[in-house]
């Protein structure tokens, strides 16, 4: 007896041991089965600190293998990690067959299968949806495309203001920089508790607010590389007028203007802090205001956020800086086995802007109904919980414009950009590029593999240019060491950088 | 020994040593094969290469090691390494030494009783939950303690954002969460102090602080430096969760460090080869202090883990 309760325990013990390393062989499958990671932005955007209802998300899988013969399954990412979890999924060697990410950091570590012959194959509806803008930044120099587009030039950081706070104190909603800093000290003495600007460091689709709201007020290209009289690209921080702006952030950050948080913050605490009604000029990515905007309403009733008609000014212009059709898209695995479901199923979505909308908002009658299929008009009938979007594969301006609602849900986030008004011509706020600038060297792509090889010192500029400029602005650093800063960045491999850059730059422009 | 004996013996003792086969087999499996993958470290490895192509791909020698040691911040992140982790010793480590001493000395049983469970529960707090709790204390959108600061007339400024402030909100979090679950050794060790050593020492004359000082410490000493020698075996191991979860690049400069450092090239930049040899240099560091603690250990008449 003895001994089978010892053969038993190391049976047990052994199984234990390896338990965790077995894997599910699977079953011979008929369909094509494929795993995306929905780290487009849709599901943290809707509530990522909750998930979806199984029971609908297997509703949207069904709905979706019924229609294309594709079983499709998502994995939803970590918010704030997304990226983070991504990488660990492709490293472990896990099933993932497409996700969204900037195709330069992948393609040149060969971990993406371009997509000229599949999107020429499957994918016509894909072409068509997009602007040629927006297919030549997911474009190689070559010609090869690696993905699927996620954006167009956009006004992703307008400076959303509480006109009523403006309107209470008798002030006119600020056009320039003067009359923000004004705006602030107004808010600042009369509001307590109020903060008079919410700005981010790093937020989602590569938005970092503080800059790309405000630079171009102090600089001559705003948020961007520039084109030097010496024929080279130079980073952002030696534009005439850059040690003016951090100086004016570090004069705000010393006044209370700027919350003290910004360079830790992440979209839940962003939404929460605006939707609590505190916020008295945001510039952090837009639809952090525009989405939860009902909550901000229903939370603070006669609340009225809106951004300058024209856009900020400063002395050297338009203060934001537009943010150019990207390098994101969604990409397909080097390792998928199933490429051409893939762009299936995007062709499903792209093809149908009610196909779309079914995969934004769930099942019909669920969240939301029609009201006019034929003219795409649908209403919402409930907040967005149960489903967060996991199957909306297809976002982007062109599939979320081609429908329309009246419902208040959703009215700021679909006036922003212009949901339903593609057939009127109506520019939407968030393609009125009149009120920004455009970065100089918008549509070029940097080769990562080449950064690598050229600029060794690559990482530590990174850090420094990030870590400093927040030391700056929050005073642990005194402005007048600025120019040390700067010899610093040389000093670490500035010129190598200026040097690889240029090359890149000069070879696509 | 002859061959003959020795099969004599693992014949009588088969059961123990098949008992001890799952054991070995999970150190061989996770412990011992992995270290295969750091040969990663010597080469140019691209995320999706397979076995094949890493073991066929050109050696590229100590390049990536250069590379670390030659870094801007080489020796701010091997400062912030060494100090966060003496930090951690210093009052991790010597914390529930005291608080195991004031415990025993609580007379009342269902008193000492609760403060060890209380003392346990935050240890059974995940990561992440403790950096949700320290962010919603210090968030200066009604966090308890800027509150509290303002109301003695203070200026409450972000604490987790300030290189000042960061390493003391750090080490206080790990301290709170461990500090009571850190103190069962060494109650055990104090439960087994003949007690026929205080009675002679209150005979003659000793208070109690005497008593703790020649009687208790000296008692559960072969405990503290079997405890310290495990702890500086992982200290390097320790603790880069929690300040991967609370720090920001705003106090890089105190708080960035290799396991960081590796996180963020590895996991964020995708340079396998390079975060690999950073934690391998981690790894031969974790090994010298290992041996220089335990040969401290033996020179100084305590326990040692091996001759």
Same mark, same amino acid.
């Given at each position: 007896m003895k001994k089978v309760v010892v053969l038993l325990t190391i049976v047990l013990l052994s199984v234990n041991v390896f338990a965790s390393g077995s894997q599910d062989a699977g079953e011979e499958q008929s369909v094509p089965k494929i795993v995306i990671y929905n780290n487009n932005g849709v599901i943290s955007g809707a509530g990522g600190e909750t998930t979806s209802s199984p029971e609908i998300i297997a509703e949207m899988r069904a709905w979706v293998l019924a229609e294309t013969g594709v079983d499709v399954e998502v994995i939803a990412p970590v918010v704030g990690q997304e990226s983070q979890k991504l990488n660990l999924l492709l490293a472990s060697g896990a099933q993932v067959d497409a996700f969204w990410g900037n195709w330069p950091d992948f393609a040149s570590r060969n971990m993406i299968?371009?997509?000229?012959?599949?999107?020429?194959?499957?994918?016509?509806?894909?072409?068509?949806s997009w602007p040629k803008e927006s297919f030549a930044a997911m474009s190689d120099p070559n010609g090869t495309m690696w993905g699927i587009p996620r954006s167009t030039p956009f006004m992703g950081n307008p400076l959303f203001l509480r006109a009523d706070w403006a309107e209470k104190y008798s002030l006119e909603v600020p056009e320039t920089i003067e009359e923000l800093e004004e705006y602030f000290a107004v808010i600042k003495k009369n509001e307590p508790g109020a903060i008079p600007l919410l700005a981010e460091m790093k937020g989602k689709h590569g938005s970092s607010g503080i800059f790309q709201t405000f630079l171009g007020a102090f600089t001559e290209y705003g948020a961007s590389?520039? *084109?030097?009289?010496?024929?080279?690209?130079?980073?952002?921080?030696?534009?005439?007028?850059?040690?003016?702006?951090?100086?004016?952030?570090?004069?705000?950050?010393?006044?209370?203007?700027?919350?003290?948080?910004?360079?830790s913050l992440n979209r839940n605490i962003v939404r929460d802090l605006i939707k609590s009604g505190k916020v008295a000029a945001n510039a952090t990515w837009y639809s952090n205001v525009t989405v939860p905007y009902a909550t901000t309403e229903s939370n603070n009733p006669g609340i009225n956020m809106i951004f300058p008609e024209g856009g900020l000014s400063g002395e050297y212009g338009k203060a934001e800086t537009i943010k150019p059709a990207g390098v994101e898209g969604m990409l397909i695995s080097a390792r998928s086995e199933h490429p051409e479901a893939v762009i299936k199923v995007m062709e499903f979505f792209y093809s149908n802007p009610g196909n779309h909308q079914v995969a934004y908002m769930g099942p019909e009658n669920g969240l939301w109904k029609w009201t006019n299929k034929d003219k795409l008009q649908f209403e919402i009938l409930k907040d967005r919980t149960g489903y967060l979007g996991d199957y909306a594969f297809a976002m982007g301006l062109p599939m979320e414009r081609a429908v329309s609602t009246d419902s208040p849900q959703m009215a700021k986030h679909f006036a922003y950009l212009g949901v339903g008004t593609v057939a009127s011509g109506i520019t939407p706020d968030g393609l009125d590029y009149s009120r920004g600038k455009m970065p100089v060297d918008a549509g070029v792509v940097y080769d990562p593999q080449v950064i690598e090889n050229d600029i060794p010192g690559f990482a530590d500029l990174q850090r420094m240019r990030e870590e400093e400029v927040i030391k700056f602005i929050m005073g642990a650093r005194p402005m007048g060491e600025w120019d040390n800063f700067i010899e610093e960045l040389y000093s670490i491999g500035l010129n190598d950088w200026i040097n690889a850059y240029t090359e890149m730059f000069k070879s696509q422009k | 020994m002859s061959i003959t004996l020795i099969k004599k013996k693992i014949q009588r003792d088969k059961f123990l040593y098949l008992l001890m086969l799952p054991g070995l087999l999970y150190f061989l499996l996770f412990r011992y094969l992995p270290l295969l993958g750091t040969l990663v470290a010597f080469k140019d490895v691209a995320p999706f290469d397979n076995a094949a192509t890493i073991i066929a791909s050109k050696w590229v020698g100590l390049k990536h090691f250069e590379s670390f040691i030659s870094s801007h911040y080489f020796w701010n992140i091997m400062s912030n390494t060494f100090a966060l982790a003496g930090l951690r010793m210093i009052f991790e480590f010597f914390c529930p030494v005291l608080l195991a001493l004031l415990i025993n000395?609580?007379?009342?049983?269902?008193?000492?009783?609760?403060?060890?469970?209380?003392?346990?529960?935050?240890?059974? *707090?995940?990561?992440?939950?403790?950096?949700?709790?320290?962010?919603?204390?210090?968030?200066?959108?009604?966090?308890?303690?800027?509150?509290?600061?303002? =109301?003695?007339?203070?200026?409450?400024?972000?604490?987790?954002?300030?290189?000042?402030?960061?390493?003391?909100?750090?080490? =206080?979090?790990?301290?709170?969460?461990?500090?009571?679950?850190?103190?069962?050794?060494?109650?055990?060790?104090?439960?087994?102090?003949?007690?026929?050593?205080?009675?002679?020492?209150?005979?003659?004359?000793?208070?109690? #602080?005497?008593?703790?000082?020649?009687?208790?410490?000296? =008692?559960? =000493?072969?405990?503290?430096?079997?405890? #310290?020698? *495990?702890?500086?075996?992982?200290?390097?191991?320790?603790?880069?969760?929690?300040?991967l979860l609370l720090y920001n690049p705003g106090v890089y400069s105190v708080a960035d460090i290799i396991d960081t450092y590796v996180w963020r090239m590895g996991l964020e930049q995708m340079r396998y080869s390079f975060a690999t040899a950073v934690g391998f240099f981690k790894s031969i560091l974790a090994l010298v202090l290992v041996v220089a603690s335990n040969v401290i250990a033996k020179k100084s008449g305590q326990q040692s883990m091996y001759k």
């Open positions: 299968l371009p997509l000229n012959d599949l999107i020429e194959e499957y994918g016509s509806s894909i072409i068509s590389n520039w *084109l030097d009289k010496d024929g080279k690209i130079k980073p952002q921080e030696l534009q005439t007028g850059y040690k003016e702006f951090v100086q004016k952030m570090n004069e705000w950050y010393k006044a209370g203007y700027i919350y003290p948080e910004f360079a | 000395e609580v007379r009342n049983k269902y008193l000492k009783k609760t403060i060890q469970t209380i003392s346990y529960m935050p240890f059974f *707090l995940s990561n992440i939950v403790l950096a949700g709790l320290v962010f919603q204390l210090l968030t200066m959108n009604n966090g308890v303690i800027p509150a509290i600061v303002e =109301s003695l007339g203070g200026d409450a400024i972000y604490y987790l954002g300030d290189s000042r402030y960061f390493r003391t909100v750090l080490i =206080s979090a790990i301290v709170w969460r461990n500090i009571g679950w850190g103190t069962i050794v060494y109650l055990a060790a104090l439960s087994g102090i003949d007690p026929q050593l205080y009675e002679a020492a209150r005979i003659d004359g000793a208070n109690r #602080f005497r008593q703790t000082l020649y009687i208790t410490i000296p =008692s559960i =000493s072969f405990a503290i430096a079997i405890m #310290f020698i *495990l702890r500086i075996s992982v200290i390097l191991n320790q603790g880069w969760e929690e300040t």
